[in-house]
């Protein structure tokens, strides 16, 4: 495959195209998760509305408090993990996202209870 020569332009270590894949897959993850969170939530509150339990109410609300912008970090995030940084970026980068994650969980915690 050819590829134009300033895709080959290196950047922080990686080259343009190492960049654009990268941001390509995160891009592409993020919103694969959010159509299938979509398609999730919907589905369960068609099924929750035949049952008076609560639990399957709070599974809903669980699934519905997953942000756009947490998955975006977070698939953002795993994405560099393939691109090559020095091992200190790549220690922050992982920090970071257990930071994430756990922000997300605490704010799904906080709305299903």
Do not use: C
Not at 24 to 30: D, F, K, M, R
Not at 56 to 77: C, F, M, N, P, Q
């Amino acid at each position: 495959m050819n590829t134009p020569a300033w895709m080959q332009t290196v950047l922080l270590g990686n080259t343009v195209m190492d960049w654009a894949v990268a941001l390509g897959w995160a891009l592409g993850v993020t919103a694969a998760i959010l159509l299938i969170r979509s398609v999730v939530s919907r589905r369960l509150a068609v099924l929750a509305a035949r049952t008076d339990t609560v639990a399957d109410d709070a599974v809903i609300e669980a699934v519905k408090s997953v942000r756009k912008t947490y998955v975006l970090l977070i698939a953002t995030g795993i994405a560099f993990s393939w691109l090559h940084f020095p091992d200190a970026a790549h220690t922050a980068i992982r920090r970071a996202l257990i930071i994430i994650a756990v922000l997300q969980a605490i704010r799904t915690g906080n709305v299903v209870v």
